[in-house]
């Protein structure tokens, strides 16, 4: 759980060490919901040690940033 009580659960499906199928639930935020989605673009058909490594700055980075909270 986030500071903000926000939830995440990511499932994935590696074969052939790559995430070939990837959802996820969360709770919360627009802000948190639109970064859960990123981190599944950014993973997939990556191999399972290029997933791993992706950062919260990546994340950020693929979106152009976050507005600053209110």
Known sequence: MGPCG???S???NVGDNKIQIDSF??????SSM?????A???ASSKR???AAAISQ????TALGGLPAEV
């Open 40 to 42: 599944i673009s950014l």
């Open 25 to 30: 639930y969360m709770t919360g935020s627009g």
């Open 6 to 8: 926000d939830t995440k």
């Open 10 to 12: 990511f499932w994935l």
């Open 57 to 60: 700055q990546d994340i950020l």
């Open 34 to 38: 639109t970064c859960g989605s990123m």
């Open 48 to 50: 399972s040690e290029e």
